[in-house]
């Protein structure tokens, strides 16, 4: 914010200075054009490094305990960092983002719905490793395990299984429903599973997935 006054008081005295001076409008023209590129870049930049290198938080989201994430929740990546960074100037200037809020069915900014990406809240305190798994999780853990998911399922795939079953109840109900959906049809398409044991949630599935990767099972 600092950097954005500077840049901006910056830009305001040499555009004075250029109009006593009696200036062409052409250099007044090109000075305003690139001064304008430097504010989009440095304003769309800053988004992207921060949410990019922090794992979806700028130091604002940082300090409100909030995080942005794949809809399939998993972590962002620069793609959709870029993609957030470049629409948001619709969503902040335009309020666009609060009309999208308001009556899109997602509930999300424009940023959000073109990048595939949600917005949750952090948890207030560290995540315990402990996972609450329904009566249906183990119920429907026997049908997964007959689906070979020990062998064909990576480390990194049961660590996204077993992050989203950590911060699921950090996650709003419509929120909680889309990334447990994506998750589930994922895993899916990577197993080549057509049809999965019917009478469960998409949550109680993955907690039967997370107990089928015997691997990991304490």
Known sequence: MFGFVCLSFVWFSVNRQLEESNASNELT???????????FVIYTGYFVYFETVWNGQ????RFTKIRVIKADGRPLGLQQASLRALLRPFDDFFSLGVLFIIFHKTEKRIGDIVAQTIVIQEPRR??????DISNNGHNAKKEWTSLGVNDRLTIQD???VKDYLQRRHNFSAKARSEVSDRLLRQLQDKLDIREIPLGFTADEHLEAIYLSYTKYES
């Open 29 to 39: 023209k090109w000075f305003n054009a690139l001064m304008f590129i430097l504010f």
């Open 58 to 61: 700028t130091p604002g989201k």
């Open 158 to 160: 049961f660590a996204v």
């Open 126 to 131: 560290p995540l315990t490793i402990a996972i």
